[in-house]
């Protein structure tokens, strides 16, 4: 089976499975911050600390005068605290020199490629940060693809499971259908946390059971 089909496939069972997800766009700025946050920790954890954060610092411009222990202080929850603080005041710093200001509005006018090249060229932001910015700040159609879609696209056949999450990116974006990247982003994260789950997946129950290169090949071997 072509790619193109074995995507629109899962899709459509993913839907089937959990409903079309819906969600609320959160200001692109917030939501970089937010994906900084989310490196190497739960969505609770990271939850906590961006609330945290925001106590501490109810605006940017506080956070970037704040000196870099209290910063690190509230964002405790999400570990790597010193790494985060550092990254999310250069971030803060670089924004406001780039666009005169605390947003990333000016971001809008611009393409996907044109928004991922421009954010991937700072250190610390990968695609997968670029891409949660451009499908959940600015309402984009794109699929970012974090370490359950990885897990999931190796396991269905769509790439080769020894490839890297970013080159895994590249390879379903142009086969995802119109219109559904976004939300189909989101079924992945609930099908990775709820059935395929990185270890023992539940695949006696698994809609996509027919459609797994994993599970054909355990059997074989
Ligand atoms: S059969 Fe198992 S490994 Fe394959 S997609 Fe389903 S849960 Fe994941």
Aim: net charge positive.
């Amino acid at each position: 089976m072509k790619i193109d089909r074995k995507i629109r496939r899962t899709v459509e069972i993913l839907e089937e499975e959990f409903g079309v997800p819906t969600w609320r766009s959160k200001d692109p700025l917030d939501e970089l911050v937010v994906t900084i946050l989310s490196q190497n920790t739960n969505d609770r954890n990271r939850d906590l600390a961006y609330r945290r954060l925001r106590e501490a610092f109810p605006t940017w411009r506080k956070l970037l005068d704040a000196d870099l222990p209290s910063v690190e202080e509230a964002i405790r929850p999400a570990g790597l605290g010193g790494q985060k603080s550092g990254r999310i005041k250069e971030t803060l710093e670089w924004v406001v020199k780039e666009f005169n200001g605390f947003t990333l509005s000016p971001l809008d006018k611009m393409s996907d490629d044109a928004v991922i090249d421009l954010l991937t060229a700072r250190k610390g932001i990968g695609v997968k940060t670029a891409a949660v910015v451009l499908a959940f700040g600015f309402g984009r159609d794109i699929c970012p693809v974090d370490t359950h879609v990885h897990r999931i696209a190796g396991r269905l056949g769509w790439v080769n499971g020894k490839t890297t999450a970013e080159a895994t990116f590249h390879a379903i974006r142009p086969h995802i259908p119109t219109g559904k990247a976004a939300s189909f982003h989101l079924n992945l994260l609930k099908f990775g946390r709820t059935i395929c789950t990185a270890r023992n997946p539940g695949c006696g129950g698994c809609p996509l059971q027919r459609d797994c290169t994993w599970i054909k090949n355990k059997s074989v071997a």
